[in-house]
């Protein structure tokens, strides 16, 4: 039996829960034309980058690196984005996701079908992302499925959605099912994540960090892993992961008493409201060619797009959460587009993955992916 999508109590507890100053609003609700993913791929067309080796053209820098084209090797990740709806509106996401994205939800016979097609697969991680992905109301449901068919699942996790009523029992619902917590979390200092996720949302995410080690995450147990995701505040490349990892562990620590295992550091892609930043702040052309100037061919055997299979909240299938957000969808071996009912694994494996300029963010310094860095540059 269908559960009932119950959105608009979840949307009174958001605004309850969610009462102080946020940094922006969506692209959505404002109707700005960076809403669509053409006026997206437009802005990044035209950014003088003529005068690189590559010419930003992300097909020339794999080429000149002796990788003609970009082909998916398997499906290890299924990764599933349940909806754009979030508890948040943060300055640099690349869903513009928020509270009144309520229509984009990932329904209970999308659920199914993802499901069926997940059988269909070899994959041995689900991931499991939004938007908030605990907002849709068959999350736990989903997580459930996945678990009873010994995927590895990850939930990504705002932190602050886990403070909401409905979400008390969330860090043991996780930790009862060894699901692994994927927390984003911009930076350990109050002033850096606040400017990035609005007023308040640092000690909010505090908090939920304190219930996750009180649930027994964070502590080393590997069926408990508190990952923390974090991303630079500003038009700069990531940081070292691994001294970045030793460094949060101390200040979180010392300063917050919450521990978490792991740190995977990405950097920020430009589209959405993050492109909309660059824009608006006078970056975009600085960071598109410090992105270009920075490829590293190192990084393109551990690109996420040869692993992962990305479906979104209506059930379309991509090469990754970037290029669905751009809505470039996957095409298989045969150039058909790859249909999440009855999936067939075969045209999948060895397809062509769709590219463009926003992929350089995936490539530059030590890379980028949903893993975090992909090229270890501390070895
Ligand atoms: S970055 Fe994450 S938490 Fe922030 S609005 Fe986007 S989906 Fe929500
Ligand atoms: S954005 Fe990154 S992960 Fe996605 S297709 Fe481009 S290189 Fe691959």
Not at 82 to 97: E, F, I, P, S, W
Not at 184 to 192: A, D, E, G, T
Not at 301 to 311: E, F
Not at 357 to 369: E, K, L, N, P, W
């Amino acid at each position: 039996m269908t559960e009932a999508l119950t959105l608009p109590p979840i949307l009174d507890e958001i605004q309850r829960a969610d009462a102080g100053p946020r940094p922006t609003t969506t692209l959505r609700a404002r109707r700005s034309p960076l809403a669509e993913p053409e006026r997206q791929i437009e802005a990044l067309g035209i950014v003088p980058l003529g005068h690189l080796p590559s010419g930003g053209d992300f097909g020339v820098a794999l080429e000149m690196n002796g990788s003609p084209s970009l082909t998916a090797a398997g499906i290890e990740i299924f990764q599933i984005n349940l909806g754009k709806l979030c508890n948040m509106t943060c300055r640099h996401c690349h869903v513009d996701a928020g509270p009144d994205r309520r229509r984009e939800v990932m329904d209970r016979e999308t659920v199914e079908a993802c499901l069926s097609a997940l059988d269909r697969t070899e994959a041995h991680t689900v991931d499991l992302t939004g938007g908030a992905p605990e907002l849709n109301p068959n999350f736990r449901y989903l997580v459930d499925q996945c678990v009873a068919r010994a995927k590895h699942v990850i939930d990504r996790c705002n932190l602050t959605v886990l403070l909401l009523q409905r979400n008390a029992d969330l860090p043991e619902f996780f930790a009862d099912r060894c699901v692994e917590v994927v927390c984003s979390l911009p930076h350990y200092r109050r002033r850096n994540t606040d400017a990035q996720r609005g007023d308040g949302a640092f000690e909010k995410s505090i908090k939920a960090l304190e219930r996750l080690n009180a649930a027994g995450y964070g502590s080393g147990d590997p069926s408990r892993v508190l990952t923390l995701m974090v991303n630079p505040v500003g038009a700069l490349l990531t940081g070292d992961q691994c001294s970045m990892e030793r460094e949060w562990k101390r200040g979180l620590n010392r300063n917050h008493g919450v521990s978490f295992d792991r740190l995977i550091a990405i950097n920020n892609m430009p589209i959405a409201r993050f492109l909309e930043w660059l824009e608006k702040s006078g970056n975009l052309e600085d960071y598109m060619e410090l992105l270009v100037t920075t490829f590293n061919p190192s990084t393109v055997q551990g690109l996420m797009c040869r692993n992962t299979l990305s479906v979104s909240w209506d059930g379309r299938v991509f090469d990754c959460d970037f290029n669905q957000m751009l809505e470039l969808e996957s095409r298989g071996t045969d150039n058909l587009p790859v249909n999440i009912e009855g999936l067939d694994p075969s045209p999948v494996v060895g397809r062509r993955i769709v590219t463009g300029r926003h992929c350089f963010g995936c490539t530059a310094g030590a890379g980028s992916s949903c893993g975090g860095a992909i090229h270890d540059t501390s070895e």
